[in-house]
């Protein structure tokens, strides 16, 4: 059974870097907010990401102190 779990854990791991990697290999990554093609994506491991402009203009919901902003899918706290 813990051969089973590793494997399993392992198995994760691969994919979600595989998953990261493709992110990262684009070489005209499109924002999903405003379908532009983006030099930069702000993003979060959950999968959500903003460009620079959308982050910009939605400043006032995701962030209170300017230091951090928290992704409005999962919740978790990022720094800018």
Known sequence: ML???NMRTAK???TRSK???SLQNKSNPVCPCCKSP???????PCG???CQ???H???WGMTCNAVTWTCPDCGRSRSY
């Open 12 to 14: 994760n791991t691969v």
């Open 38 to 44: 983006a030099a930069f994506l702000w993003t979060c």
């Open 19 to 21: 998953s990261i990697k």
């Open 57 to 59: 203009e939605n400043t």
């Open 48 to 50: 959500f990401c903003l």
């Open 53 to 55: 402009t959308c982050m």
């Open 3 to 5: 051969e089973t779990k």
